[in-house]
């Protein structure tokens, strides 16, 4: 790539990225430190000294490391035993692994709350009482819950770090006496803590953030639920400003931990291992006692599946204090498809998220060349800007972007003009702002697609090209593109399925009905008297299966280096 073009490339991503990451990143920190222009650490300080925001962030902390170690006790001695071990059916029970993913804990809540609350299936199969299963004030729920539906992300990276260990390493310790735990201490563990700490940033800032599903978990007490129902006073109230700075600033101080503890050992482990390893098959009965851990886990992370499924099927009233439903029927099906809300809101879903991923496809590989393909000293510089936007939780990003809506509806300019008031304004209309937040949100999965694509294809291939006469413009489109376009495709898929799916960015930013994207509609839905829940769970079986397909298809595309789109 040419340095001119680069350098083009280069200086555009710092517009975008200034205009649609940074400069909502320092509103919402503006916010927070600057009120009626004059600085002051009265609010922040008082986000500590208010108890309600003190036990607001005091809980959300609590969730996000609750999640995040539950997740880790799940997902490494999983990713230990595929990595060691070629057992029965690893194949299947490897992908079925995965399968929690395809539903967000948001949407999970709706089955989980069936199965295990007070009057739901586990205490009718037990014949108990109003049993509490998931906890009081639903710590332990939302925790379950998240647990059990971002464990793959810390089973990916685990499992992609254990890969690519030495297994010199540990044949040098078994040959001084060092076997067992104390060789994966001593030796495995130290040299997996990259995967382990990335996996486990991204479990923790998405936990230590998640909107959705202490809403519907109505975990209340804590800081997400708190901005969000202090949307109304955006504009009068800095407290709110002050308590997202403070989530902010614990999420970006992790990300940078995580870096200056383990960048350049991440970076390190990017190679492949020097000493081939080759699992131990095991077969028979020792061979299912390998696999049962997988089946357990498997078995206790589709409740929440099971749990949404035959709650979208069962008709109102047909489930309760039984261990299944009394009678089956599609009429929620129906009635979710007939419903207004449902068909305007997966319309709506569909126009953001394809033009969120359109804007990814050409802005992700514009960027995945720069990095891979140039020799500009920046260009690590601009690799570690597109990952950010994985470090800043969507809450921060949706707030920042409600900021800056109200800051430019009162424009006096942008007032008097309705098409400019109409654009900028969320409460007229929020397509900008959810493209854009969904785009930011996104553009990762997307650079990181390309990249690995880019990387598997030689440069010679471009460089025969060019001495054939053709231009590099010609030579990407005709050589290089059609040679990554599997990696595009999966990129492309997981920025489009999350997009539809997205939580925070959707609840925060879409106040009116008419503009409602999937996510908010379910919200909407669940808290209907009567039919609302189970109308919600038809709607949540379709975004299930939809993000089933696209994540297996995913998977088959890029293999292990699904894993990479996960880290930052």
């Known amino acids: ?63 996000g490391l609750g999640t995040t170690s539950l997740a880790l006790l799940i997902a490494l001695p999983l990713a230990w035993l595929a990595n060691k071990y070629d057992f029965p059916a690893k194949g299947i029970l490897g992908g079925l692994v995965l399968v929690p993913m395809i539903l967000p804990p948001f949407v999970g809540a ?70 067992g735990f104390r060789k994966f201490r001593r030796i495995t563990l130290p040299l997996i803590m990259p995967g382990v700490f990335a996996g486990g940033t991204i479990v923790f800032i998405w936990s230590f953030t998640e909107l959705g599903t202490p809403l519907i978990m109505n975990y209340t007490r804590c800081a997400s639920v708190q901005v969000y129902d202090a949307l109304l006073e955006i504009g009068s109230n800095p407290f709110p400003f002050a308590l997202v700075v403070v989530m902010l600033a614990t999420s970006v101080t992790l990300y940078a931990i995580s870096k200056a503890l383990f960048g350049r050992q991440a970076h390190a482990m990017t190679s492949k291992a020097a000493t081939t390893f080759t699992a131990t098959r095991v077969r028979g009965a020792r061979g299912w006692l390998v696999a ?14 099971f749990g949404v499924i035959l709650t979208s099927l069962s008709p109102p009233g047909a489930w309760y204090r039984t261990v299944l439903p009394e009678t089956l029927s599609g009429v929620n099906y129906a009635e979710a498809l007939g419903h207004n809300m449902t068909l305007l809101s997966i319309r709506n879903s569909l126009f953001y998220s394809v033009l969120a991923v359109t804007f990814n496809a050409m802005f992700g590989v514009a960027i995945a060349f ?187 595309i890029l293999g292990r280096k699904l894993g990479a789109l996960f880290r930052i």
């Not at 539906?149 to 089973?155: D, G, N, Q, S, V």
């Not at 049962?292 to 599946?305: E, K, R, T």
Request: overall charge neutral; aromatic content about 12%.
């Open 1 to 63: 790539m040419r340095n001119t073009s680069a350098w083009i490339v280069f200086g555009f991503a710092l517009f975008v990225f200034g205009a649609l990451f940074l400069w909502p990143l320092f509103s919402v920190v503006q916010g927070g430190f600057f009120v009626d222009g004059q600085f002051t650490l009265r609010y922040i300080a008082g986000v500590f000294r208010n108890p309600i925001y003190a036990e607001g962030l005091f809980n959300s902390l609590r969730l």
């Open 110 to 179: 709706i089955g989980f709350q069936q199965i295990l609350g007070q009057y739901g299936a586990l205490n009718a199969a037990l014949n108990l009482g109003p049993v509490d299963w998931l906890g009081r004030g639903r710590y332990w729920g939302v925790v379950s819950l998240q647990a059990l539906a971002l464990y793959p992300i810390m089973y990916l990276n685990v499992l992609a770090a254990l890969a690519n260990v030495d297994h010199a390493m540990n044949e040098a310790a078994e040959n001084l006496g060092c076997s």
């Open 292 to 305: 049962l851990p997988f089946i357990l886990v498997i078995s206790v992370a589709l409740l929440p599946h």
């Open 370 to 556: 720069v990095v891979v393909r140039s020799n500009l000293r920046v260009r690590g510089f601009l690799d570690a800007l597109a990952m950010l936007p994985l470090a800043v939780p969507g809450l921060v990003m949706a707030f920042g972007y409600l900021s800056i809506s109200s800051f430019l509806s009162n424009v006096e300019a942008i007032k008097e003009s309705p098409f400019w008031l109409n654009l900028f304004d969320v409460r007229n209309n929020p397509t900008l702002f959810l493209v854009v937040a969904y785009s930011m949100r996104r553009l990762p999965y997307m650079v990181r697609s390309a990249v690995a694509g880019l990387q598997q294809t030689s440069v010679s291939l471009e460089e025969a090209a060019a001495n054939m006469g053709a231009p590099p413009l010609v030579s990407i489109r005709r050589v290089t593109l059609p040679l990554i376009t599997a990696n595009l495709i999966a990129g492309a898929l997981l920025a489009f399925a999350f997009s539809m799916l997205e939580v925070s960015d959707s609840l925060m930013l879409a106040q009116r009905q008419d503009f409602y994207p999937i996510t908010k509609t379910i919200y909407e839905l669940f808290q209907l008297i009567g039919t609302g829940k189970y109308v919600a769970a038809a709607l949540g079986v379709w975004a299930m299966v939809f993000l089933a397909v696209t994540i297996v298809g995913s998977s088959l």
